[in-house]
Antibody
Framework: QVQLVESGGGVVQPGRSLRLSCVVS????????MHWVRQAPGKGLEWVAV????????YYADSVKGRFTISRDNSKNTLYLQMNSLRAEDTAVYYC???????????WGKGTTVTVSS | EIVMTQSPATLSVSPGERATLSCRAS??????LAWYQQKPGQAPRLLIY???TRATGIPARFSGSGSGTEFTLTISSLQSEDFAVYYC??????????FGQGTKVEIK
């Protein structure tokens, strides 16, 4: 079945870096755009970044632009999120999600938790 | 950026009753509107897309309506498993893809 599994979260000090991964299975990864969405503790959902199916386009939320980089390796069925210059306000559960052609997100991973704290 | 506003913030409903959730966009999003359900400790799940199309495996008691700036999610007869937080999301004008702040449906 379709599955997305995130990893790479943890506790990190402000200003440091972290790389999240999302390994997918059960569908042809190379034909879908992919998103990262995060949820701060007790808060709602915030879209973070998207990458086109072939990696040709990337877009970012203003809150992470210039600090985060989304990428993918279609040969490994893996999505990445490189997070640099982390801030306390980046503390959240990070979900990867498959993008439908129409633009909504039809399959989600279970998430990985990132805590930025000194 | 399109701002999505959901109301009410919390809805108290008895099992078996009807629940009506609202979502308003700050400008027209046509029918490019999705609804997601999120239970505590779980990932969001897509319920409705294109404002009124149920996603695969979603029970018929969930229905969506609206277009432009006003949208509604209706749960016709609440089951115990439906108590959760519901988010609307627009995907008409991006980036960014924007979510509402959520409506919590709780047991009355």
């Amino acid at each position: 079945q379709v599955q997305l599994v995130e990893s790479g979260g943890g506790v990190v000090q402000p200003g440091r870096s972290l790389r999240l991964s999302c390994v997918v299975s059960g569908f042809t990864f190379s034909t879908y755009g992919m998103h990262w969405v995060r949820q701060a503790p007790g808060k709602g959902l915030e879209w973070v970044a998207v990458i086109w199916y072939d990696g040709s386009n990337e877009y970012y939320a203003d809150s992470v632009k210039g600090r985060f980089t989304i990428s993918r390796d279609n040969s490994k069925n893996t999505l990445y999120l490189q997070m640099n210059s982390l801030r306390a306000e980046d503390t959240a559960v990070y979900y990867c999600a498959r993008g439908r052609a129409s633009g909504c997100m039809d399959v989600w991973g279970k998430g990985t938790t990132v805590t930025v704290s000194s | 950026e399109i701002v999505m506003t959901q109301s009410p913030a919390t809805l108290s409903v008895s099992p078996g009753e009807r629940a009506t959730l609202s979502c308003r966009a700050s400008q027209s999003v046509s029918s490019n509107l999705a609804w997601y359900q999120q239970k505590p400790g779980q990932a969001p799940r897509l319920l409705i897309y294109a404002a009124s199309t149920r996603a695969t495996g979603i029970p018929a008691r969930f229905s969506g309506s609206g277009s432009g700036t006003e949208f509604t999610l209706t749960i016709s007869s609440l089951q115990s498993e439906d108590f959760a937080v519901y988010y609307c999301q627009q995907y008409n004008n991006w980036p960014p893809w924007t979510f509402g702040q959520g409506t919590k449906v709780e047991i009355k």
